[in-house]
């Protein structure tokens, strides 16, 4: 009894195809592979990202934190300087010689302001607050503001001559310029009169 070809073992016409499936199914393994490899790729850039984000949101959180506690007084010490001034003006309206020749009770209360001024100078140090008082320094726009440039001899140009009103500093932050007056230097010297031709 002979058989159909048609109807014939199935397997031998399926194993035709296998090659043909398998390449398929290894196209359709790459592609998803791939695939695969870049959404991987990309979750790792955006983790990446992420982490850099928050490594910089911790590091401006840490600096605005530190700079809240350094700078939090800055009001109230800019507000404190009118007194520090007062005391200073009041210490400096008693001439030396007549200190000398000052009664107790007078001296005493010299003493008294001397050290309120220098306690209140301790206790705005104790919050970062440092006086700026750059007598015989270079000018530096930054801390000092120029009242007026004047001739000084014994000062070279450019440096501070004198200080009209100490300033004050807060952490790295000026919290008043110094008020200063800055040497031009010597006074030139005048010219010698020009020596007119004798005539003959």
Same mark, same amino acid.
């Given at each position: 009894?002979? =058989?159909?070809?048609?109807?014939? !073992?199935?397997?031998?016409?399926?194993?035709?195809?296998?090659?043909?499936?398998? *390449?398929?199914?290894?196209?359709?393994?790459?592609? =998803?592979?791939?695939?695969?490899?870049?959404?991987?790729? &990309?979750? $790792? &850039? $955006?983790?990446?990202?992420?982490?850099?984000?928050?490594?910089?949101?911790?590091?401006?959180?840490?600096?605005?934190?530190?700079? *809240?506690?350094?700078?939090?007084?800055?009001?109230?010490?800019?507000?404190?300087?009118?007194?520090?001034?007062?005391?200073?003006?009041?210490?400096?309206?008693?001439?030396? !010689? *007549?200190? +000398?020749?000052? &009664?107790?009770?007078? $001296?005493?209360?010299?003493?008294?302001?001397?050290?309120?001024?220098?306690?209140?100078? +301790?206790?705005?140090?104790?919050?970062?607050?440092? =006086?700026? !008082?750059?007598?015989?320094?270079?000018?530096?726009?930054?801390?000092? =503001?120029?009242?007026?440039?004047?001739?000084?001899?014994?000062?070279?140009?450019?440096?501070?001559?004198?200080?009209?009103?100490?300033?004050?500093?807060?952490?790295?932050?000026?919290?008043?310029?110094?008020?200063?007056?800055?040497?031009?230097? *010597?006074? $030139?010297?005048?010219?010698?009169?020009?020596?007119?031709?004798?005539?003959?």
């Amino acid at each position: 009894m002979t =058989q159909n070809p048609a109807t014939e !073992d199935p397997n031998l016409e399926a194993g035709a195809d296998a090659p043909e499936q398998a *390449a398929n199914t290894e196209a359709g393994l790459a592609t =998803q592979l791939a695939k695969l490899q870049t959404e991987r790729d &990309d979750l $790792k &850039d $955006k983790l990446l990202r992420t982490l850099a984000e928050m490594e910089n949101l911790r590091r401006r959180t840490e600096r605005e934190i530190a700079d *809240a506690k350094a700078y939090a007084v800055t009001s109230f010490a800019r507000d404190m300087l009118g007194s520090s001034d007062n005391l200073r003006r009041a210490l400096e309206s008693i001439p030396a !010689d *007549a200190m +000398k020749a000052a &009664d107790a009770a007078t $001296k005493a209360l010299h003493e008294g302001v001397e050290l309120t001024e220098r306690e209140l100078l +301790k206790t705005l140090e104790r919050h970062g607050v440092r =006086q700026i !008082d750059p007598q015989g320094e270079k000018f530096d726009p930054n801390l000092h =503001q120029a009242m007026f440039e004047a001739p000084d001899a014994a000062i070279a140009k450019g440096l501070v001559s004198k200080v009209v009103q100490i300033g004050y500093k807060i952490g790295e932050r000026v919290l008043r310029p110094a008020l200063v007056g800055v040497s031009a230097g *010597a006074p $030139k010297a005048p010219e010698p009169p020009a020596h007119e031709p004798t005539q003959h």
